[in-house]
């Protein structure tokens, strides 16, 4: 039984396609949040409050992706983990898959479901240590600190 699941070649072209899409939304994000940052750079020589309020949302909206991406990733990954275990088979029945892959039963199909969701606590664990260095700390000082005379 452990026939090999042929490719599907219309899939491959689309994980491409989407690939290529978000690398090039990517690029363009970056360049912007560059010029941003300049002029945040610039206005916090000015003001450092109002380029605070400035920064606040590009960080809400950061957090925001990071949270969204590593809990769908990990979402999908618990899922693939799941059917693989109770089918017990990998790839599970249905599945398509971008190159030809050879199908694994029994304890193989179990090492590669936990191996599966082993990366689900990794991609959660990675998107909470990414929120945690880009939250806000609670020590930052609002003065500057005093000087001895």
């Not at 590593?70 to 983990?81: E, I, K, R």
């Not at 689900?120 to 000087?147: E, F, K, N």
Request: net charge positive; hydrophobic share 50%; charged share 10%.
């Amino acid at each position: 039984m452990n026939t090999p699941v042929h490719a599907d070649p219309r899939l491959r072209t689309r994980a491409i396609v989407v690939t290529l899409m978000v690398a090039l939304v990517g690029l363009i994000y970056l360049h912007w949040l560059n010029g941003f940052l300049q002029d945040v750079e610039l206005l916090s020589m000015k003001d450092g409050t109002v380029a605070v309020k400035k920064l606040w949302p590009i960080l809400l909206a950061t957090m925001a992706a990071v949270l969204c991406s590593s809990v769908v990733l990990a979402g999908t990954l618990t899922y693939l983990a799941v059917k693989v275990y109770r089918t017990g088979q990998y790839p599970p029945p249905g599945m398509r898959v971008l190159w030809t892959t050879p199908t694994r039963t029994g304890r193989a199909a179990t090492v590669a479901s936990l191996c599966i969701l082993l990366l689900a606590v990794v991609a959660i664990g990675y998107g909470a240590l990414v929120l945690r260095l880009i939250w806000p700390s609670s020590d930052v000082h609002t003065a500057p600190p005093m000087q001895a005379v």
